[in-house]
Structures are given as C-alpha cells and as structure tokens.
Nanobody
Framework: QVSLAESGGGSVQVGSSLRLSCLASGYTSSRFCMGWFRQAPGKEREGVAAIASDGSTRYAASVKGRFTISRDNAKNILYLQMNSLKPEDTAMYYC??????????????????WGQGTQVTVSS
C-alpha cells in the first residue's frame, strides 16, 4: 500500500510562487510514474504535470513554462514548483502515483494511489 500526502498549498496573490510537496510512504518505488492533477469547483480533474521513472516530464499546455515537476527518489518526495501563478490556477491539487502498467503514455498515473489534496487559491 502507498500513502501520498500533499502539502504546500495556500492563498497567494497573482504572480506569486508556491512549491507543493507530496510525501510518499509505504511501498514506494522509483519505478512509479508520478503526477500532479488539479480540480477546480465545477470542473473536471485535469493533469498538470507528470514525471516518468527516468525523470522525463510532461506538462499541460496551460502551465508549461511556469510550473516544474521534480522528484527526489531518496526522500520519496514529489515536488511541483509553481511560478507566475494566475487566478485560473486556483484549484485543489492532488498528487498521484502508479506502477508502469498504469502510466498513460509512460507519464500520467491513472491511479490507484492518490493523495488527499492541497488547496491553492490565487487572487488578483
């Protein structure tokens, strides 16, 4: 079993930065693909950024150039550095992990491991 716990969310002004962290515990593996997803009220969950087991990354077009995903396998932590935040980035952010067979395109985890989420609110 794997547990994921996000932290680092908060309420910030437009243009600010935040770094989200996701601590994985239990059965963890560097073979996992991992990713960040977000869901705003009334909207579907969307993939934000993903990282494969080899460290290669993928981003949603809306965050490319502003967000950076990284992982520290020694500490079992996934990060999301978010810069130049916009009001449309406001959402609950979730991290997810999966073994390779459940990684879409090798990057995007389709579960089964999800965190509880951390709220990010960006105001103008």
């Amino acid at each position: 079993q794997v547990s994921l716990a996000e932290s680092g969310g908060g309420s910030v002004q437009v243009g600010s930065s935040l770094r989200l962290s996701c601590l994985a515990s239990g059965y963890t593996s560097s073979r996992f693909c991992m990713g960040w997803f977000r869901q705003a009220p009334g909207k579907e969950r969307e993939g934000v950024a993903a990282i494969a087991s080899d460290g290669s990354t993928r981003y949603a077009a809306s965050v490319k150039g502003r967000f950076t995903i990284s992982r520290d396998n020694a500490k079992n932590i996934l990060y999301l550095q978010m810069n130049s935040l916009k009001p449309e980035d406001t959402a609950m952010y979730y991290c997810a992990a999966a073994l390779p067979a459940s990684c879409s395109g090798g990057y995007w985890p389709r579960g089964p491991y999800w965190g509880q989420g951390t709220q990010v609110t960006v105001s103008s």
